[in-house]
């Protein structure tokens, strides 16, 4: 379970809470059945009429993949194995690496050095790898932009159960109490709407997104790793080259590795 994400939202609800309070407005007003009607079941009617049935209902999994802490795989780990292995193949040619493809824990590097190992051409091997790179980005992109619908609706339909709530306290016009008492329920649901677009639907749209990236830049540091190794080329170059995909603290990393490795050589 990723607690970071629970924390921020329930740090999100507190700060509703904690404001209304400092403002001297009444929580219990936040009680409203009719407002959170409008607001989750007709973002939910919103969802279902923009995508197909097939997606809408992988949201549940969706959801659970938001909330769901996934280790991703260190790149520099993947680095210093892909060096290793070409290590390897340089010294015992590329179908030694047959027997340490099954204790490789990464599907896709597995899968790509099945295929170096197949003995197929460089361009076959990136085409295979690169489509399967192509197919989980767009089934990804998929699943953000049904949170991302989500949380624009949501906005829009807090101002649609505001005019609801508003349209029912005109039937109060005689009785002041009941009247301010119906308006400011009738802005709880644009307070609804608000939060779960900008700090629900939104949010978790954009962490999907962004573990897409994490997980791409990965496949595609093991894609030239694989091609690289198949071409033989010098394991210091394909680390070189690899690591030149890398963000400066993980470059820097990998330079301190390397000084310790050194530094225990003498």
Partial sequence: MDIFLIIGLVLGCLTVIVGMIVKGANIAVLLNPAAAIIIIIGT?????????????LNVPRVLGAAFREKQQ???????EMITELA?????DGLLSLEQTIESIEDRFLQKGLTLVVDGLEQDYIREIMETEIDNMEERHKANAAI??????TAPTLGVLGAVVGLIGAMGFLDDTEKLAHMIAAAFVATLFGIFLGYVVCHPIATRLKRKSQIETRNMYLILEGVIALQ?????????????GMLDPKSRKKIEDNEKAKQGSAE
């Fill in 147 to 152: 949170f991302s619908t989500a949380g624009g």
């Fill in 87 to 91: 290590q390897s193949a340089r010294r």
């Fill in 73 to 79: 795989q260190d790149p520099v780990k993947l680095i």
């Fill in 231 to 243: 071409a033989g080329e010098n394991p210091s170059s394909i680390k070189m080259r690899l690591t």
């Fill in 44 to 56: 939910i009617a919103a969802v279902m009429n923009s995508y197909p049935r097939s997606e809408f």
